[in-house]
């Protein structure tokens, strides 16, 4: 298996490639991180139907807006995910507000949801001790932020915190973890 950081920067190779209007580029990136990222969608929208069209939306903003990628700013995976992250929340957004007619219920997805999966490889492994290493509420809010998809604003409310306070945890959180997988 590769070393994460090689992956990481072929990951942001073929982005930069993209940002040049690279199909090949784009198809490779689509087929390494395209169950990666409908994992992720599929853990916030909880539809499959809809994950997909968080992850088809994803990967069209990915191609359109492939030249904003910053190393300096991110790396190409949290790019990625964010990308994804986002698309899955609008929908979710979207779908609040829409009056939905009878449909049938989709059939349960038995694959391993993405922590599971996460948690199978070396990365995983090391994301799991840095976020047991941070202080238990603040490690409720990455999880529920990142994982489960709520926004800031919604874990201000939920968890009855300033949504100051909450921004603020989060980003140390993850510089916390920054630190702890460099490390």
């Known amino acids: 298996m590769p070393d994460s950081t090689a992956l990481t920067d072929d990951t942001a190779t073929l982005l930069h490639r993209c940002a040049y209007g690279d199909r090949t580029a784009f198809r490779m990136l689509y087929d390494r991180w395209g169950a ?24 069209v903003q990915i191609w359109q807006q492939a030249h ?7 790396s190409a995976e949290a790019f990625l995910f964010t990308l994804v992250r986002y698309r899955a929340l609008d929908i979710v957004r979207r779908t609040a507000r829409e009056v939905l007619g009878y449909e049938g219920e989709d059939a349960p997805d038995d694959s391993p949801d993405i922590l599971s999966r996460m948690v199978a490889s070396s990365e995983g492994v090391a994301l799991k001790h840095c976020l047991e290493q941070l202080e238990p509420t603040r490690r409720t809010m990455v999880t529920m932020a990142f994982v489960d998809g ?8 939920k968890l009855s915190i300033p949504l100051g306070t909450v921004k603020s945890a989060i980003r140390r959180s993850l510089l916390a973890l920054r630190e702890c997988l460099a490390a």
């Open 36 to 59: 990666k990222l409908h994992g992720i969608a599929l853990r916030i929208v909880r539809q499959p139907s809809l994950a997909a069209d968080a992850t088809q939306e994803a990967f």
């Open 68 to 74: 904003r990628f910053d190393p300096e700013r991110g």
């Open 150 to 157: 709520f926004s800031h604003g919604e874990l201000a409310l």
